[in-house]
């Protein structure tokens, strides 16, 4: 660094090698990594080399996740939420994966995806499919995202260096086995606390990200909040 003394560069390699090698603090909020050693534009330096080493897209099962947030009765805020990853990560993606009714009937998950495709989200859908009960006479929607998804995963691997999945479904198991072999690594977003999520989609992960207690990300559904 141009400028900077003998004491300020080794103070640097130093740091960077500490960082690289527990990078597992990577999503502990508050952590700055050591800028309080340095001054400020080192650290701003280091920020942004430790960010490009960390390339990720994050990987969205909607269907799961609003599961999820009725579950818990918890709102989030996407646009936090991408915040938190962005701050975190070289972040080239964040992708929302979900089925929808027809055009013709403009629900609260297409004013969802509206909202998240103008606010820095791709959206991958398709179409639900009508089942119609002769007996009954009921009629369900039916709609599975789950290939797109895996292979998404698979396909972009040399977008990426880390994978973040916001889903407890277990069938991701296989794409994120093969993922892992060829170095990437996979962060799962959910929560224990719901009992939906998958004990082999948990074991396999390389990091764990508890949905629910990201502070002001999440908040109570009767708090007044909005998504």
């Not at 179409?127 to 009629?139: A, E, L, S």
């Not at 993922?179 to 390389?206: C, F």
Request: proline share 1%; with cysteine; net charge negative.
């Amino acid at each position: 660094f141009t400028g900077r003394t003998e004491k300020d560069c080794e103070r640097f390699v130093a740091l960077a090698g500490e960082v690289l090698v527990g990078s597992g603090d990577t999503l502990n909020e508050g952590n700055n990594w050591g800028d309080d050693l340095l001054d400020e534009s080192i650290g701003t330096q280091l920020q942004k080399l430790l960010k490009h080493q960390k390339r990720a897209i994050v990987f969205i099962d909607g269907d799961n996740l609003d599961k999820l947030l009725h579950k818990m009765g918890i709102i989030l805020d996407f646009n936090k939420l991408f915040d938190f990853f962005n701050d975190r990560f070289d972040l080239v993606r964040m992708i929302y994966y979900t089925a929808l009714k027809s055009d013709n009937e403009y629900d609260n998950r297409h004013k969802l995806v509206d909202f998240l495709s103008y606010n820095r989200y791709k959206i991958v859908s398709k179409h639900t499919r009508v089942f119609h009960d002769p007996k009954t006479k009921k009629i369900t929607y039916k709609g599975n995202l789950d290939v797109e998804f895996a292979v998404d995963m698979v396909t972009m691997v040399d977008s990426y260096d880390t994978a973040i999945l916001i889903s407890g479904d277990s069938d991701f198991v296989k794409a994120v086995d093969y993922v892992q072999r060829i170095g990437k690594k996979v962060i799962v977003a959910h929560s224990k606390q719901s009992g939906m999520l998958g004990d082999e989609l948990l074991r396999i992960s390389d990091d764990f990200v508890e949905l629910a207690k990201l502070k002001g990300i999440t908040s109570p559904r009767n708090s007044g909040a909005s998504q």
